[in-house]
């Protein structure tokens, strides 16, 4: 038995040939009213996570979802050089009293919503009860009137990332085939069951050479958190290398609008329709940002 039937993400994994992938509970019913969060983690830098939330947000603009894309990277975030979008303002300027929540969110291609550079959530441990209330308030208003949150978190483990996966309903964690890609998505995936995560958790292979090289990435990961944690990690699907995407981000244009017709594009739009085609799970507790803010304060 793989999870629970009541996942937002469809459970595909394949079968005991690989040959192909198995899909099921897409007949569920959606019954949340606020968005479902799909966190964008991974252990390692540079393997593929802004591209992929950035990417995956435009592919379910474009199915009809209402999307809110969160740049959760503390330092560096680069959602805005993928999508080529110039916010001024990010949630430090709400957390210091600058900017309304309102006045930060930065419309986006496709009629995406962006919220960019959450830095310094270690700030609202600084606001006032009725401060942190004001903002949870805000931001639940903004999760309300989206289908989808997708959070483009920074990498490694450090404990502002694991805050952010652990209050999403998904957890979408992203490794390239290399052995150090792999090892620090696992140490993630560790992080992630330590602190209980009761959500949805799965692994999309980057750039890899092969489907047959995604795939066998994917069990080896998958084999080990079963053997050591006991825990079911997805197959979400693969991106194999494509020039086509570095070609992209060096024209600061995401690749699914540049080049839609690329091997990267299809392989993103596949992940996207997985993931509206799926039924929203109602995860147990207090909602997303409530989450969020606990945890930092
Ligand atoms: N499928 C792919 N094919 C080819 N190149 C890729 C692919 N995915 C990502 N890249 C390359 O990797 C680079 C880093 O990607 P991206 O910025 O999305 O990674 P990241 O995980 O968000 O990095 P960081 O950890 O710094 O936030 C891209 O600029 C691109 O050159
Ligand atoms: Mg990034």
Same mark, same amino acid.
């Given at each position: 038995?793989?999870?629970?039937?009541?996942?937002?993400?469809?459970?595909?994994?394949?079968?005991?040939?690989?040959?192909?992938?198995?899909?099921?509970?897409?007949?569920?019913?959606?019954?949340?009213?606020?968005?479902?969060?799909?966190?964008?983690?991974?252990?390692?830098?540079?393997?593929?996570?802004?591209?992929?939330?950035?990417?995956?947000?435009?592919?379910?603009?474009?199915?009809?979802?209402?999307?809110? %894309?969160? /740049?959760?990277?503390?330092?560096?975030?680069?959602?805005?050089? #993928? @999508?080529? +979008?110039? &916010?001024?303002?990010? *949630?430090?300027?709400?957390?210091?009293?600058?900017?309304?929540?309102?006045?930060?969110?930065?419309?986006?291609?496709?009629?995406?919503?962006?919220?960019?550079?959450?830095?310094?959530?270690?700030?609202?441990?600084?606001?006032?009860?009725?401060?942190?209330?004001? %903002?949870? /308030?805000?931001?639940?208003?903004?999760?309300?009137?989206?289908? #989808? @949150?997708? +959070?483009? &978190?920074?990498?490694? *483990?450090?404990?502002?990332?694991?805050?952010?996966?652990?209050?999403?309903?998904?957890?979408?964690?992203?490794?390239?085939?290399?052995?150090?890609?792999?090892?620090?998505?696992?140490?993630?995936?560790?992080?992630?069951?330590?602190?209980?995560?009761?959500?949805?958790?799965?692994?999309?292979?980057?750039?890899?050479?092969?489907?047959?090289?995604?795939?066998?990435?994917?069990?080896?990961?998958?084999?080990?958190?079963?053997?050591?944690?006991?825990?079911?990690?997805?197959?979400?699907?693969?991106?194999?290398?494509?020039?086509?995407?570095?070609?992209?981000?060096?024209?600061?244009?995401?690749?699914?609008?540049?080049?839609?017709?690329?091997?990267?594009?299809?392989?993103?739009?596949?992940?996207?329709?997985?993931?509206?085609?799926?039924?929203?799970?109602?995860?147990?507790?207090?909602?997303?940002?409530?989450?969020?803010?606990?945890?930092?304060?």
């Amino acid at each position: 038995m793989p999870g629970r039937m009541d996942h937002w993400f469809p459970e595909i994994w394949c079968d005991r040939d690989m040959k192909k992938p198995i899909r099921i509970h897409d007949q569920a019913k959606k019954t949340h009213r606020q968005a479902k969060v799909l966190a964008v983690a991974s252990g390692k830098g540079g393997v593929g996570k802004t591209n992929i939330s950035a990417n995956l947000a435009i592919c379910l603009a474009q199915a009809g979802k209402r999307v809110l %894309l969160l /740049d959760a990277d503390m330092s560096m975030g680069n959602l805005d050089v #993928v @999508l080529n +979008v110039h &916010s001024k303002f990010n *949630i430090s300027h709400v957390l210091s009293g600058r900017r309304q929540l309102n006045e930060i969110i930065h419309h986006g291609p496709h009629g995406i919503d962006i919220i960019c550079g959450a830095s310094g959530m270690e700030s609202l441990a600084n606001l006032t009860e009725f401060q942190q209330a004001r %903002l949870v /308030d805000d931001m639940e208003r903004l999760q309300d009137n989206a289908d #989808v @949150l997708i +959070v483009d &978190s920074a990498a490694g *483990i450090a404990r502002s990332v694991v805050g952010f996966c652990l209050a999403a309903d998904h957890v979408l964690i992203v490794t390239t085939p290399d052995a150090t890609a792999m090892t620090d998505a696992y140490s993630m995936i560790k992080v992630l069951a330590a602190n209980e995560f009761d959500g949805h958790m799965s692994l999309v292979v980057n750039m890899a050479d092969t489907q047959a090289q995604a795939k066998k990435t994917y069990l080896q990961i998958a084999k080990v958190a079963k053997q050591f944690l006991g825990l079911t990690l997805y197959y979400a699907g693969s991106v194999l290398y494509d020039p086509n995407l570095v070609a992209a981000v060096r024209s600061r244009t995401p690749v699914i609008t540049a080049y839609p017709r690329s091997q990267a594009s299809e392989a993103i739009r596949m992940l996207a329709s997985r993931l509206s085609s799926a039924s929203p799970s109602e995860k147990q507790g207090k909602p997303f940002f409530r989450k969020v803010v606990n945890w930092f304060c």
